[in-house]
């Protein structure tokens, strides 16, 4: 996204992508209301919208044997009254699509980024791999977006600070009927907690559990969490045998931390590289989207002067801390005082009748819909473009 932005602003730039495709299970799929209205802004909404995907404009829980009404999105901000879910490739190749359009724009495939280039105390690029050899890509700003286990973070040794969280998931496949609901779920009960988000074809799961507790699962076997799973989301017990090993079972370890500074001279990073979040509310690409579309507001005109400045770097941090640092803690809340108290009971789960009442307003169940679809601060787009021309082929000399 922020090479497509800069690109269409008149930056050249160099996307080096380690894998031969995005054809990948990135599992959060969701395209929050804020991210469609920066494609509006683009342009590129209706083209994106044409993609086969899964509109979601309400949120509902099932808790204990009641179902809950949790976020309405029919008021958020912006010309899309919902959250679209997409598989992440097609978006990716969507983008690569759009980025192609511009001469700037270089992706580089099977380019794997190992190592920053410095010139004294300045970065001034990456040493890559590729199938024909190493690749040195010489920039005037470096911007690791390589995620949460970031390779060129560890590499500029950036203090992090780690917040820690009491959960792990686990993501499978079962698969979806005609008749079954037509919208995201979740399911919480003593000791277990399931959310199903619908692919059309079939339901990414993710199956919520004690950090460290995979283990310890595998060990009691694999019908012990078939009929766990059942317990937990009975509306899709008569699947569960779709789930023949471990090996349909992928373990994500949850984890939350963020940078404490994103940047030195000539590097910078954004997106899960800067800012680690929980799976809770599945806003991580969101707001990774809104990094994107922040650091491009700031750095495209000084980038096609050459003239980036840690106080720029230090402008992009600054715009973006406040969301991270709200929408973090508001994770670790919920994952102390509801997933981990859920996790920790086998006393049956009743709705208090306080939290049905409140969440029978339609003014409450607007505002985790404005939490999940905006967040704390939506970024707009301020960059120019600088015109669709032919795509070149050959990269000249780049400045990001």
């Known amino acids: 996204m922020l090479g ?31 991210t469609l209205e920066v494609m509006d802004e683009l342009g590129l909404l209706e083209d994106l919208l044409r993609i086969p995907h899964s509109e979601v404009a309400q949120l509902s829980g099932r808790i204990g044997n009641e ?8 008021h958020v901000p912006g010309r899309c009254k919902f959250i679209a879910l997409m598989p992440q490739w097609d978006l990716l190749n969507f983008l690569a699509e759009q980025g192609r359009r511009y001469a700037g724009f270089h992706l580089e495939m099977q380019a ?15 040493q890559a791999q590729t199938p024909s050899g190493p690749l040195t890509v010489n920039a005037e700003l470096v911007v690791a977006a390589d995620g949460r286990h ?11 600070r780690d917040i820690g969280a009491p959960i792990d998931v686990l993501w499978m496949r079962l698969s979806r009927h005609p008749d079954d609901p037509g919208q ?9 907690i399931l959310v199903a988000i619908d692919r059309r074809e079939y ?34 017990a008569d699947r569960v045998q779709e789930i023949r090993s471990w090996d349909d079972i992928k ?57 980036i400045t840690t106080r720029l770097l230090w402008a992009v941090q600054h715009r973006r801390e406040f969301a991270t640092r709200m929408t973090q803690w508001l994770q670790v809340q919920v994952q102390k005082r509801i997933l981990g108290r859920v996790l920790s009971t086998s006393t049956p789960i009743r709705v208090p009748a306080w939290l ?41 000399p780049t400045s990001i």
Not at 67 to 74: G, M, N, W
Not at 184 to 192: A, E, L, M
Not at 220 to 227: A, C, D, I, V
């Open 251 to 307: 373990l994500l370890t949850v984890m939350i931390d963020r940078l404490q500074t994103w940047y030195l001279p000539g590097f910078l990073c954004i997106g899960d590289a800067a800012h680690a979040m929980s799976p809770v509310g599945g806003v991580g690409i969101n707001l990774a989207i809104q990094d994107a579309v922040a650091a491009a507001n700031v750095l495209a005109i000084p980038l096609r002067r050459g003239a």
């Open 67 to 74: 179902t809950l009404q949790i976020a309405d999105f029919s």
């Open 112 to 126: 794997q980024a190992l190592d920053l280039v410095h010139a004294g105390d300045r970065v001034c690029g990456v």
């Open 184 to 192: 995201t779920f979740g399911n919480i009960t003593s000791g277990g």
């Open 203 to 236: 339901y990414q799961c993710a199956f919520v559990i004690r950090k460290g507790e995979f283990a310890d699962i595998q060990a009691g076997g694999l019908e012990n969490f078939r009929t766990t799973v059942a317990r937990v989301a009975p509306s899709l």
């Open 150 to 160: 970031s390779t060129l973070r560890e590499v500029a040794k950036l203090p992090i």
């Open 356 to 396: 049905r009442f409140l969440f029978s307003l339609p003014m409450v169940r607007r505002i985790p819909a404005r939490i999940v679809g905006v967040g704390f601060r939506a970024e707009h787009v301020r960059t120019p473009d600088a015109g669709a021309i032919a795509y070149q082929s050959a990269p000249s």
């Open 4 to 34: 497509y932005l800069l690109a269409r602003a008149g930056v050249d730039v160099v996307v080096l992508e380690k894998h031969a495709d995005f054809f990948r299970d990135f599992r959060g799929d969701t395209i929050h209301s804020s």
